[in-house]
């Protein structure tokens, strides 16, 4: 059925439940699994420059330490399966964009992430990057509630 499932993890217990669920999935039907984390990039708008150097490389820093944390969770919960799994982060301000562009490059045949926890007025603004998954990515979207 499925050969390789893409996980993008935001570190949140619902992106971990997702995972949880493509991890039982792959292991019955003997896939594996891509975890996947986007990091958005640094903004912010500044007089002082020389200060933005520094500023931004902490951020940096942090966001990939983070990002390493998130993907160790979901390979570790693979292994402990027994299911393959890769894991890559990567930095973008459109996450739903890298997620179907990574899908699409590694020929993933299913895509299982958590519903977003946005209501109301934020989510109806903002949107949801699931969302916004389900309408461009060309595989199937397992959204996990």
């Known amino acids: 059925m499925f050969k390789h499932i893409l996980v993008p993890t935001d570190g949140s217990e619902l992106s971990i439940r997702a995972a949880a669920t493509a991890i039982d999935l792959a292991r019955t039907c003997g896939a594996r699994i891509l975890a996947l984390h986007v990091v958005p990039p ?12 520094a500023t931004e490389l902490a951020y940096t820093q942090e966001s990939i330490a983070r990002a390493e944390r ?20 990567l930095l973008d301000e459109q996450p739903h964009k890298v997620i179907a562009r990574v899908a699409g490059e590694n020929h993933c045949d299913l895509i299982v992430m958590g ?24 595989p199937p979207v397992l959204v996990c509630h």
């Open 70 to 89: 998130f993907l160790a969770e979901v390979r570790d919960r693979a292994a402990k399966a027994g299911v393959p799994c890769d894991s890559r982060y």
């Open 115 to 138: 519903s977003h926890g946005w209501r109301g007025l934020n989510r109806l603004l903002l949107g949801s990057e699931t969302q916004k998954v389900l309408l461009t990515a060309e």
């Open 42 to 53: 640094f903004h912010t708008i500044s007089y002082m420059a020389e200060m933005l150097a």
